[in-house]
Nanobody, 114 residues
Framework: VQLQASGGGLVQAGGSLRLSCVAS????????MSWYRQAPGKQRELVAA???????NYADSVKGRFTISRDNAKNTVYLQMNSLKPEDTAVYTC?????????WGKGTLVTVSS
């Protein structure tokens, strides 16, 4: 599975961004899609995930601000990020889980200025 992420950029605190991740395979063959992020000097963390059945889960730090969704027809998963904070600054990476195998796309940088 190849993943292409886009949508990162520079935004002021309180602003919004939407990340997109296009998969080379149909979602019917993918168990779950996720967004991870890694800030400078920190470990990578799970931000949000959506399963093939549509169940979602979020990191506590983004609940109520971020929304993960998908468009099956476009093989695309989105991460809508609202009320962004400087601590959301990180490289965001898309992940696809197919059975026990993880596939990773290239990250997209999100920078939130105060």
């Amino acid at each position: 599975v190849q993943l292409q992420a886009s949508g990162g950029g520079l935004v002021q605190a309180g602003g919004s961004l939407r990340l997109s991740c296009v998969a080379s395979e149909k979602f019917s063959s993918i168990n779950a899609m996720s967004w991870y992020r890694q800030a400078p000097g920190k470990q990578r963390e799970l931000v949000a995930a959506i399963t093939s059945g549509g169940a979602t889960n979020y990191a506590d730090s983004v609940k109520g601000r971020f929304t993960i969704s998908r468009d099956n027809a476009k093989n695309t998963v989105y991460l809508q990020m609202n009320s962004l904070k400087p601590e959301d600054t990180a490289v965001y990476t898309c992940n696809a889980r197919v059975w026990i195998t993880d596939y990773w796309g290239k990250g997209t940088l999100v920078t939130v200025s105060s």
